[in-house]
C-alpha cells in the first residue's frame, strides 16, 4: 500500500502562484508515475499533469501548459505542483495520484492511478 497526503492548498488572487506537495508513504517506490488531478464542484475529475519516475518526462494539461510545472524529490518521496498565474477556473481539489504499473509510461487516465491523496483545495478569487 501507497499513502499520499497533499498540503499547500489555499485561498489565492488570481494571478497568484500556488506550490502542492504530495508526500508517499508506506510501500513507496521510485518506479511510479505520479500524476496531479483536480475535481471542481459538480465536475468530473480531470487530468492535470503527470510525471516519469525519474522526472525527465512531463505531461499537461492544455488548460495548465505554461503556467504549472510538476516536479519531484525521489530522496524525499515528494511529488509538487508549481501553479503560476493561477485563474479562477483553477478552483477545485486537487488529488495527487501514483501508478503503480511496471512501466515508466505516462496517462491521463484517471483509472490507471490506483492510488490517491484525499485532495487538498485551491480556491482562486478574482
Known amino acids: 500500500q501507497v499513502q499520499l497526503v497533499e498540503s499547500g492548498g489555499g485561498l489565492v488572487q488570481a494571478g497568484g502562484p500556488l506550490r502542492l506537495s504530495c508526500a508517499a508513504s508506506g510501500r513507496t517506490s521510485t518506479r511510479n508515475v505520479m500524476g496531479w488531478f483536480r475535481q471542481a464542484p459538480g465536475k468530473e475529475r480531470e487530468f492535470v499533469a503527470a510525471?516519469?519516475?525519474?522526472?525527465?518526462?512531463?505531461d499537461y494539461a492544455d488548460s495548465v501548459k505554461g503556467r504549472f510545472t510538476i516536479s519531484r524529490d525521489n530522496a524525499k518521496n515528494t511529488v509538487y505542483l508549481q501553479m503560476n498565474s493561477l485563474k479562477p477556473e483553477d478552483t477545485a481539489v486537487y488529488y495527487c495520484a501514483a501508478d503503480s504499473r511496471p512501466f515508466n509510461i505516462l496517462t491521463r487516465h484517471r483509472g490507471l492511478y490506483d492510488y490517491w491523496g484525499q485532495g487538498t483545495q485551491v480556491t482562486v478569487s478574482s
Open positions: 510525471i516519469s519516475w525519474g522526472g525527465g518526462t512531463t
